[in-house]
């Protein structure tokens, strides 16, 4: 399971920041939380912002980590490495860009990391800490003079003169079957990120599930179980067209006493709103996710959904019962509706603010203190607290009666 995610220097995140999934003391919503060896980990979490303060920056880092690591084998020596570094700043316009992961599996805790700005590796490290160990093992280092590999390690050493100037040592190791470097790219490949706003991409793999004997009954309870206003759905057979405009919605028709009288088939794309057509689009996703125990990203889950369609997904993460394999949603949002809702622990609540310089701050709700310098307490109404500004992570407006 994913524990932390850290970024420096790259887009609107000018210092270093760190969001992370393990769990605090606190004892609210115990269900929100899994038990993995010696770690207590989140079942999701939920990042809210004004526009602009950095929140789909956030899940920009993250792609880019992970493309930069599946993507690095692929590249030839003179390919770019598109750094996007902090440029509001002086200083910071030709340092390179920071990222660092850290991940529980196989009982024991990965952190792996890297800088690079547009034309080479500047520092690449990993570390693993054994379940009953107190102390990380390094396993290889890295920066611009050359690569260090710890005699633990003592398989990889033979590959360090074949690592380019621009692409990443672990993913050099997975290519040649060494084993830490195939268990850090499989980490990587159970990391999921998707667009809530551009979404009609991701009915590919909705239908890919649905067309699979192994996940088409997941798929159909899941879109079901959203009651999502008609009674079900089915393809239509014999059709050349596209899975999405195959789909056929069934809804019941009514006599004036309200009685069931018959049913009609609604085309999904014409005759459904834009909200069921986005949950059919990323219902895919979520049921990968929830089946494999993956880690899901999405860039505003909420947009154009009901706020109650969006509490049922969340719930769907959140519950072990629907979530017995852990799979972890993070998402950015707009809707306060959420933070009333009772669904989220303090240390699943996140901010995003600018500062002063047009960098992004990054900040859960229990990091926050109050202007008594006190943590907030889990009694407030963090939707009313929110809206009033008393967390910051809203926009600033100017009053547009007297513009």
Not at 22 to 50: F, M, P
Not at 253 to 260: E, L, P, R, S, T
Not at 302 to 323: C, G, R, S, V
């Amino acid at each position: 399971m994913l524990l932390e995610f850290t970024v420096g220097n790259f887009l609107s995140f000018k210092e270093k920041k760190t969001f992370t999934l393990e769990a605090s003391s606190i004892t609210e919503y115990k269900d929100n939380v899994v038990q993995k060896g010696k770690y207590k980990i989140l079942r999701s979490a939920v990042i809210y912002g004004a526009n602009s303060s950095g929140k789909s920056n956030f899940i920009k880092a993250l792609e880019f980590m992970v493309e930069t690591v599946r993507n690095s084998s692929k590249l030839n020596s003179t390919d770019k490495l598109n750094a996007k570094p902090f440029l509001l700043s002086d200083k910071t316009v030709n340092l390179p860009s920071h990222f660092e992961i850290l991940f529980t599996k196989y009982g024991k805790r990965y952190r792996y990391g890297f800088e690079l700005d547009n034309e080479r590796i500047h520092e690449e490290w990993l570390y693993i800490l054994n379940e009953k160990s107190k102390k990380e093992t390094l396993y290889f280092i890295r920066n611009i003079d050359g690569i260090g590999v710890a005699d633990v390690f003592e398989e990889a050493k033979m590959f360090i003169e074949n690592t380019k100037e621009n692409s990443l040592f672990i993913s050099l190791l997975d290519q040649l079957n060494i084993e830490i470097g195939k268990q850090i790219m499989g980490s990587f490949s159970y990391i999921f990120i998707q667009s809530g706003v551009e979404h009609e991409k991701s009915i590919t793999m909705t239908s890919l599930m649905h067309q699979t004997d192994t996940y088409q009954e997941t798929v159909e309870k899941l879109i079901n179980s959203l009651n999502l206003g008609f009674r079900s759905f089915h393809l239509e057979t014999g059709s050349n067209e596209t899975f999405k405009k195959r789909i056929k919605t069934i809804h019941n028709i009514f006599d004036d006493n309200g009685k069931i009288v018959g049913e009609r088939e609604f085309k999904l794309v014409e005759h459904e709103s834009s909200g069921t057509n986005k949950v059919f689009d990323i219902s895919g996703h979520i049921a990968f996710a929830l089946s494999l125990g993956l880690h899901l990203f999405i860039d505003e889950l909420d947009a154009k959904l009901h706020p109650i369609l969006t509490q049922e997904i969340i719930k769907l993460f959140n519950n072990p019962e629907t979530n017995p394999n852990d799979a972890q949603l993070v998402f950015t949002t707009h809707d306060t509706n959420l933070l009333g809702a009772k669904l989220f622990r303090r240390d699943q609540i996140w901010f995003t603010e600018k500062d002063n310089c047009e960098a992004t701050d990054l900040y859960s709700l229990l990091e926050f203190k109050d202007e008594d310098g006190n943590t907030i307490r889990k009694d407030r109404s963090f939707e009313k607290d929110y809206i009033m500004g008393r967390y910051g992570g809203i926009p600033y407006i100017s009053n547009f009666q007297e513009i």
